[in-house]
């Protein structure tokens, strides 16, 4: 339908530090890409550009072919979905749905074939005689999809639409957003959310932004790739702390060694650790902050090559998984995923195994050095 382009696209309010600077981006034909960042970043300003609710301030947003920095929101083909569901409470489900073809001007077989079509995909046919008050919040939910739908747009925008649900129903409409978008899936699609595990299960591109103290980075992108790319290979610490359910240990350590295949480091407690990773610019004696995973770690009782010794300040047992916190000597407490039927305890001593492979190094600007085998 229309691809989106983005190429140096800014935002600023008056005479106000860019809260989006300089993103240039392209989401294909079909394509289902995630704005994710922290609260503050710039996403649904960013998404609200696409839409033209925005003017845009720097650069140049096309759709398809066209330049539509000056278009109005109505000439853009998009469609979007807001975070509030905003249905009108006194039509039906099937008036809240066909109202924009009704302002259209299209006749009355073509409203109604469209709109059974539309609610056939999103399972609501037999709420269409319903008003919006007799609705569930995540059916009011699929009703705004179906009211974007209907328009048939070259470009469907998502701002946050599952933030007012609990969390078993964020899932279900995760499920369904999906399905609906791999069967209507000619349009591009555009999702902002905060929600990590949203960008991660519904994206085919993530794109996240950039927020916190270095006013110089605010609002622009930290990384664009597959959600596996972020996880796997994050470009700095940013997204490394971001992407990750829970979020990466963090051990701040110096260079003492470069190998073939490894930089070795020291703690500051002089424990010895390996990362996998290309040494890139490092030096003896850079410091470093050495990531890995809650989840690649391993609990043994017994002291060996790559491992730190520690106390277990905590523990959560959620029946097939067990959280286990270390006192690592870190600023905050280390944390391991282990199997539920582990049988770490309270103020037991552990030592903390981090396998090579699965370390990740980043430099003192925060920017990560290559790991081996990606």
């Known amino acids: 339908m229309a691809a989106v382009t983005l190429k140096n696209v800014s935002k600023a309010y008056d005479s106000n530090p860019p809260v989006v600077r300089d993103v240039s ?186 927020t916190g103290d270095d006013v110089a980075r605010f609002g622009s992108v930290a990384q664009v790739g597959s959600p596996m790319a972020l996880y796997n290979t994050p470009a700095n610490r940013f997204v490394a702390g971001f992407i990750g359910s829970p979020k990466m240990n963090f051990i701040a350590a110096e260079v003492i060694a470069i190998e073939p295949a490894a930089v070795v480091v020291k703690t500051r407690r002089g424990e010895v650790l390996r990362a996998a990773v290309s040494a890139g610019a490092l030096s003896l004696g850079s410091e470093v902050t050495l990531g890995i995973r809650p989840e690649h770690v391993e609990l043994r009782d017994d002291a060996s090559a790559d491992t730190l010794s520690c106390g277990v300040r905590w523990v959560e047992r959620l029946g097939d998984q067990t959280y286990a916190y270390l006192d690592g000597g870190q600023a905050e407490d280390l944390l391991a995923r282990l199997d539920g039927t582990h049988a770490v305890r309270v103020d037991d001593k552990v030592h903390l195994h981090l396998p090579p492979e699965a370390c990740h190094l980043f430099d003192e600007a925060g920017l990560a050095l290559k790991r081996h085998g990606y």
């Not at 083909?77 to 073809?101: D, K, W």
């Not at 701002?159 to 999906?178: C, H, Y």
């Open 25 to 210: 981006l392209e989401i294909a034909n079909g394509e289902f890409c995630v704005f994710v960042g922290p609260s503050g970043c710039g996403k649904s300003t960013l998404l609200r550009m696409v839409a033209g609710l925005e003017d845009i301030t720097g650069g140049d947003l096309y759709i398809g072919e066209q330049r539509v920095n000056d278009l109005a929101p109505s000439e853009r083909n998009v469609a979007m979905v807001f975070q509030n569901y905003a249905l009108y409470p006194h039509m039906s489900v099937e008036e809240n749905i066909a109202f924009g073809m009704s302002l259209a001007g299209f006749d009355k077989p073509t409203i109604r074939e469209r709109v059974a079509r539309i609610a056939d995909m999103l399972q609501i046919e037999r709420l269409l005689v319903r008003k919006p008050r007799a609705l569930s919040g995540g059916q009011r939910q699929r009703v705004a999809i179906g009211r974007a739908l209907v328009r048939d747009p070259g470009v469907f925008l998502f701002d946050e639409p599952l933030s007012n649900l609990d969390a078993a129903l964020r899932t279900q409409m995760r499920v369904e957003i999906a399905r609906m978008h791999r069967e209507y899936g000619k349009a591009s699609t555009i999702y902002v959310t905060h929600d990590q595990v949203e960008a991660l299960t519904l994206a085919d591109k993530i794109v996240l932004l950039h």
